[in-house]
């Protein structure tokens, strides 16, 4: 039960499923955008502003930014393939505040057990960089045990 919470950390359940629903390609965004955040936060010399980007800012950030880009593909509504591209963003996770059906009502243990090994290992990275470095190593060694 405690390996199955770990996955939860300091989020919501509803945001861990959705981070769960994401593709790869958007999880790799997703990872892009938390590094750009404490990039940014270590440039200007606030590291600790990017630990409260935590997955529910994330989610949010994330939301807002898609958002406008499909505001702008709308505004080029005369070139030739938008309405394909927005028809793309339509289907994007990022876009979905409200999660489709397969994962709205998973819980907990169905949650770990939907996650193949290389996407917890994301997953957990993700979670992970923000814990204490015990803490860390721990859910490290206990995802290494399990592949």
């Keep these: 039960m405690k390996?199955?919470?770990a996955i939860l950390g300091n989020n919501r359940i509803e945001d861990v499923r959705w981070l769960c629903s994401l593709t790869e390609s958007e999880l790799d965004l997703l990872i892009g955008l938390k590094v750009l955040i404490q990039q940014r936060a270590k440039k200007i010399g606030h590291k600790s502003l990017a630990n409260k980007f935590d997955l529910k800012t994330l989610r949010a950030?994330?939301?807002v930014l898609m958002e406008h880009l499909k505001?702008?593909?709308r505004d080029l509504s005369g070139t030739p393939d938008t309405a394909e591209?927005?028809?793309t963003l339509d289907a994007c996770n990022l876009l979905n505040y409200d999660l489709d059906k397969t994962f709205a009502n998973m819980g907990v243990e169905q949650l770990s057990s939907y996650i193949c090994n290389d996407k917890r290992k994301r997953i957990l990275e993700m979670f992970s960089e923000d814990m204490a470095p015990n803490r860390k190593q721990r859910v490290n060694s206990d995802n290494s045990r399990s592949m």
Excluded: A
Aim: proline share 0%; glycine share 8%; charged share 15%.
């Design 3 to 5: 390996e199955q919470m």
């Design 61 to 63: 950030l994330s939301f």
């Design 71 to 73: 505001g702008k593909l």
């Design 85 to 87: 591209s927005s028809s």
